[in-house]
């Protein structure tokens, strides 16, 4: 059983800065993707950035050049470097994981519990 554990969420300014972290056990050869999510009050669940095993990403256009998707295969945990935050960025963030690669929709296999992220002057 896969488990993903969320964290490094906050409250911070626009334009600040925040890197979240989702650490990974359980983890068996059959993921090969993995893919942060977000979810704001009344609204959809949206894909955000997405990793695959050889390292190839994508982003949803809404944080192209702000976010940064990464992971440390050593550490079995994936990272989300969100910079020029700002107040539409609030949402709970969760990271998700699966063998195949859904890009940003929401067919993953397996779920964190979320990270909280609020953007407010």
């Known amino acids: 059983e896969v488990l993903l554990v969320e964290s490094g969420g906050g409250l911070v300014q626009p334009g600040e800065s925040l890197r979240l972290s989702c650490a990974a056990s359980?983890?068996?050869?059959?993921?090969?993707?993995m893919t942060w999510f977000r979810q704001a009050p009344g609204k959809e669940r949206e894909g955000v950035a997405t990793i695959n095993s050889v390292g190839s990403r994508g982003y949803a256009d809404s944080v192209k050049g702000r976010f940064t998707i990464s992971q440390d295969k050593a550490k079995n945990t994936l990272y989300l470097q969100m910079n020029s935050l700002k107040s539409e960025d609030t949402a709970m963030y969760y990271c998700?994981?699966?063998?195949?690669?859904?890009?940003?929709?929401?067919?993953?296999?397996?779920w964190g519990q979320g990270t909280q992220v609020t953007v407010s002057s």
């Open positions: 998700a994981a699966d063998r195949n690669w859904w890009w940003l929709s929401a067919n993953y296999a397996y």
């Open positions: 359980g983890f068996s050869l059959s993921i090969n993707v």
